[in-house]
């Protein structure tokens, strides 16, 4: 099928989509929701010689399961299916709370997880949250890649012609965990990140993902260091602000964003344990 001048395939099974790919030599790209694909392609960004629409396939990579302590979600969930998920609302909370600041209700109806994880994006709300859980990306239904190997860049990642992100899978959060999700943009809903931050915090553990301050996601062992017992939000704080390695473009300067890594973190970790755990942070 043809839009325009560029080809469309449309295959019925993930199989029949593998071999399309593979065909395709890396000039062919997949699509499902579209959200992020069409914008790129509409700026000139991305221009491939086919898109493969992977809508047909929902029957095979849309889902949300849980096996034991493991969670796997499909590709083609999309964000309100996650949000109206119990599986995915009492095990992986924290991937809850980002889902919820993706866009507004036509975005979350239509952006899937695979496709937010196929763009690539340091700006992507779910990627902070997927790093925290330590994920793994699914490839091609029989592949598990960690995902702070899987990107490599913004739009970069490690795919091979042929292959195909058809879930993640991360093990489920405890029932005792806090976690959150802080987000900031120009605005206070739609927003591309300038800088975000997932935070989760449990017996002798603690993860901290920051996502749009560097050229992928990125997690901050000093920070996750210092916030195992005793805690110390000062030295979190700051090492959030020296692992941040920004750029400056049209919606923050570098030297902003690198600032808000840090606030981020201390307004997340204010609102998980209170003003009263960190006095001298929360006078600041």
């Not at 593998?18 to 030599?25: K, S």
């Not at 704080?237 to 902003?256: C, E, F, L, N, T």
Request: proline share 6%; hydrophobic share 50%.
């Amino acid at each position: 099928m043809l839009q325009g001048d560029v080809t469309v395939y449309s295959p019925p099974t993930l199989v029949e989509a593998l071999r399309v790919l593979a065909e395709g030599g890396g000039e062919i790209r997949p699509l499902a929701g579209g959200t992020d694909a069409m914008v790129k392609f509409k700026d000139g960004l991305w221009r491939p010689r086919a898109w493969v629409n992977l809508l047909h396939l929902r029957g095979e990579l849309n889902y949300i399961r849980r096996d034991g302590h493991w969670l796997e979600v499909g590709a083609l969930t999309t964000f309100s299916e996650l949000l109206a998920s119990p599986l995915i609302r009492d095990g992986a909370p924290l991937l809850a709370k980002a889902a919820r600041t993706i866009g507004g209700p036509q975005i979350r109806n239509m952006g899937t997880i695979g496709g937010n994880i196929g763009t690539a994006s340091p700006a992507g709300d779910s990627l902070p949250a997927l790093y925290a859980l330590e994920a793994t990306v699914i490839i091609n239904n029989n592949c598990h890649r960690p995902i702070d190997q899987f990107m490599l860049g913004p739009g970069r990642l490690k795919l091979a012609s042929g292959e195909l992100i058809t879930g993640v899978r991360f093990r489920a959060q405890s029932p005792d965990e806090l976690c959150t999700f802080e987000k900031l943009g120009l605005r206070a809903a739609h927003a591309i990140s300038i800088a975000s931050v997932a935070v989760r915090l449990g017996a002798g553990m603690a993860r901290v993902a920051l996502g749009a301050v560097a050229p992928t996601v990125s997690r901050v062992p000093a920070a996750e260091a210092a916030l195992v017992d005793p805690i110390n939000v000062t030295a979190a704080v700051a090492a959030a602000k020296a692992a941040a390695m920004p750029i400056s473009d049209v919606r923050a300067g570098a030297g902003y964003r690198r600032a808000m890594a840090g606030n981020l973190l201390l307004r997340g970790l204010i609102r998980l344990l209170g003003p009263e755990v960190m006095p001298d942070a929360a006078a600041r």
